[in-house]
């Protein structure tokens, strides 16, 4: 009772504490999907795609709140202060990793976990109770996401790096002065703030970047659909194929982070259901990862190539790699050549992991078709000639590439499923078949995952 009595924020000042919030949100989000598909370090790339879906998600929640007490969404597509989307600007802009990660991981997530603290400290659990739900939400993940950020530093970030941003660092202290913290309501100070990073406009960069770990990435020497639906293939083999179209996946979550970057004007909800399946596709990702390593292959002696993410990223237009993604997706849902027989191959392989992989690959290709439908198609036509379009792409954005990697002297398209089943066979104790051994079908006449596109 006495909690109620003494404790509370009129409407006025919680909506203005939540503004904010949602502007800090909603940046961030723009940050990390705009700056992932150049962000060659693995698991950056896969946590900038989580992070981002967190922030969206609550920009979504926050909104509706706001909505809610009796203050339409005006201005709410615009800063609550110019100093605020200078921090982020010079975040967005950030000249290397180490900057980029110092400033989202020890300015902006830090900054932001403490405003959602003081909020929920001075919010009335009863006059309030939504809004406090939605705070504690949202400072459970942000919480999440400042652990990891913290661990992100000290692995990235060295003594010789944080000297060099040092000063940096301390314009982006200034810049939150000048805003009044997070909240909004600290005093607020009138620093000059020059503009280091921002000074020159952002570009977004949406050619693919990876690490030493991937290596030969123009790579296209192995068709794994092709051996997959092939009935005179045992299953066992097909999950190592499995696998590496999970981890292939990474190219995924590059590639929309394009179309969603760099396409303007979209509801609300467009960018909080795109950004779930960018995260859907980068765990995705990891899944296969973990199917390797639990079937003891060093999955970086594999080239998994981003061919797809550059070809769509580097020349063609938001909407049609949209097109090509959705085409993709619809090709997915056929009972013979899609998730349902993956799934069905990894229960007869009696492989309980490559199982439990396909099963929620399988759900989550089922709500990305939903999605494509809802926000590609509505917007296009019939869902008809909406496939047929992300048919038409992919010639301008994809196959006729194949062999202009290996004439530019990029790759030699080498087969390394010889390689890569011998080694498997050394984990599971038996002796390689030949005539499985012995497969050798590449992408030269055939799309991954696209397989009526021909040439």
């Known amino acids: 009772m006495e909690g109620a009595i003494d404790c509370g924020l009129t409407v006025e000042e919680a909506v203005g504490r939540l ?108 006059y309030e109770h939504p809004t406090y739900r939605k705070l504690r939400h949202l400072l459970v993940e942000l919480e999440d996401v400042e652990a990891y950020g913290q661990q992100a530093i000290a692995c990235l970030v060295d003594d010789a790096a944080r000297a060099k941003h040092a000063d940096w660092l301390e314009l982006l202290d200034q810049s939150v002065a000048n805003f009044g913290s997070f909240t909004g309501t600290e005093a607020k100070t009138e620093h000059a703030l020059a503009a280091q990073f921002s000074a020159t406009p952002y570009v977004y960069d949406g050619k693919p970047q990876r690490d030493e770990r991937f290596r030969d990435s123009y790579n296209m020497g192995v068709n794994p659909e092709a051996f997959m639906f092939r009935d005179d293939m045992p299953v066992r083999p097909k999950t190592l194929m499995m696998s590496f179209k999970r981890l292939r996946e990474i190219d995924v979550p590059e590639m929309m982070s394009s179309i969603i970057t760099e396409t303007e004007g979209k509801p609300l909800g467009y960018y909080v259901d795109m950004t779930r399946q960018l995260w859907d596709e980068a765990r995705h990702a990891m899944m296969g990862e973990i199917g390797f390593v639990v079937n ?82 509505k917007g296009f036509g019939t869902q008809a000639e909406a496939v047929e379009y992300g048919q038409q792409c992919v010639y301008r954005g994809f196959l006729q590439r194949v062999s202009a990697y290996k004439e530019a002297g990029l790759t030699e398209h080498r087969n390394w499923w010889p390689d890569l089943y011998t080694a498997a066979c050394e984990h599971w104790g038996v002796e390689p078949d030949a005539h499985v051994l012995a497969y050798d079908e590449f992408y030269d006449t055939s799309a991954p995952d696209l397989p009526t596109a021909k040439v």
């Open 19 to 126: 503004k904010y919030t949602h502007w800090a949100l909603r940046r961030l989000h723009a940050i990390f999907i705009a700056r992932l598909a150049a962000m060659p370090i693995y698991e950056l790339k896969m946590t900038f795609s989580l992070h981002g879906h967190y922030c969206i998600e609550h920009v979504d929640g926050i909104f509706a709140r706001v909505r809610e007490m009796r203050h339409p969404p005006f201005g709410m597509d615009v800063a609550p202060h110019e100093a605020l989307d200078f921090f982020f600007d010079e975040i967005q802009n950030a000249g290397d990793t180490e900057a980029l990660v110092l400033g989202l991981y020890e300015k902006a997530i830090p900054q932001l976990v403490a405003a959602v603290r003081d909020q929920l400290e001075v919010t009335n659990r009863l």
């Open 296 to 377: 003891g292959i060093d999955w970086t002696q594999i080239p998994i190539n981003f061919t797809w993410s550059l070809e769509l990223n580097t020349g063609l237009k938001p909407d049609e790699r949209h097109a090509i993604l959705f085409s993709i997706e619809q090709g997915l849902m056929g009972k013979e050549t899609g998730k349902e027989k993956e799934w069905e191959l990894a229960v007869a392989s009696t492989d309980r992991v490559s199982e439990l992989i396909q099963d929620y690959d399988w759900a989550d290709e089922i709500l990305h078709a939903k999605i494509g439908r809802d926000w590609f198609v």
